[in-house]
C-alpha cells in the first residue's frame, strides 16, 4: 500500500487539516464517569489516509466523532483548516460539517424512494444550492457509477450503494473524508474495491481521508494506522503490511487493562 516507513518524515509531509489538542471527552459525572478519551494529541496531514484502530471501547468512534464535529469534546481543541471547532455555535458548526467535511458510514444511510444522483444531490439540496447534473454525474464517475446515476438503491449491490455513499460524501468537496467502518457492511472483495477508491482518492485527488477500522486489511491502504488504548494513543505504524498490523491488536488486546 504505502511505501513509507519513517513516522516523522511522513508527519512533515503537508500542513494539517485536523488538529487535535490535548482533546478530552468525558460522559456521565462523579463516581459513574466514563473518560472516552485521555489528552489525546494528534495530526492529520492534507493529502493523507488514516487509519484508527484499537480494541473495543478504546475511544475510536469518539475520536472520529471529536475530529468531525459530531460530538464536542470536554476539554482540548479540534482544529480543521485553520478553524477551532469548539469556539463554534452549533449554527456555525453545523454548516462547517456541510461544506468542509464529509462523512462515509457502515450503514449505507442511502434513502430508497431516491435515484443514485438524487441521493448524491442531496447535500446541496439541503445546503439550498441547486445541484448542476454534471457535477453529480461527475462525482458519480469517480466512484465508477456513471452508468447507475437513475438506480435506487435496491436496484443495486450493496458495494455500489457504498460507492453512492461516498459520492454523496464527495459531492461538496470536502477537505477532510472520515469514515466509520465504511467497509463493515461489504464481502471482502468489494470492501476491497472500496478501499482502493479512497486510496485512489488520496493519491491522485490529495483527498485527507480519516478511517475507523477493526480490520487489518483494511488498515493497510493507510498511510499511517493510529492505535488507541483506554482513550490514549498508544503508538503508531506506517506504511505496514495487514500481517503487523494484526500482530500489533493481537498484543494490544491481549495487554492487562
Known sequence: MCGRTDIEQWGQMNKDAIQLRSVTRRYGSGDSAVTALDKVSLSFPE????????????GKSTLLQCAAGLDRPTSGSVVVGGTDLTKLNETKLTLLRRERIG????????????????????????????PARAQVREVLEQVGLGDRARHRPTEMSGGQQQRVALARALITRPEVLFGDEPTGALDSQTGREVLKLLRGMVDADGQTVIMVTHDPVSASYADRIVFLVDGRVNGEMVGASADDIATRMTKLEAAPC
Open 47 to 58: 493529502g493523507t489516509f488514516t487509519a484508527v484502530m484499537g480494541p473495543s471501547g478504546s
Open 103 to 130: 462523512f462515509v458510514f457502515q450503514s449505507f444511510n442511502l434513502l430508497p424512494s431516491l435515484t443514485a444522483e438524487q441521493n448524491v444531490a442531496l447535500p446541496l439540496r439541503l445546503a439550498g444550492r441547486r
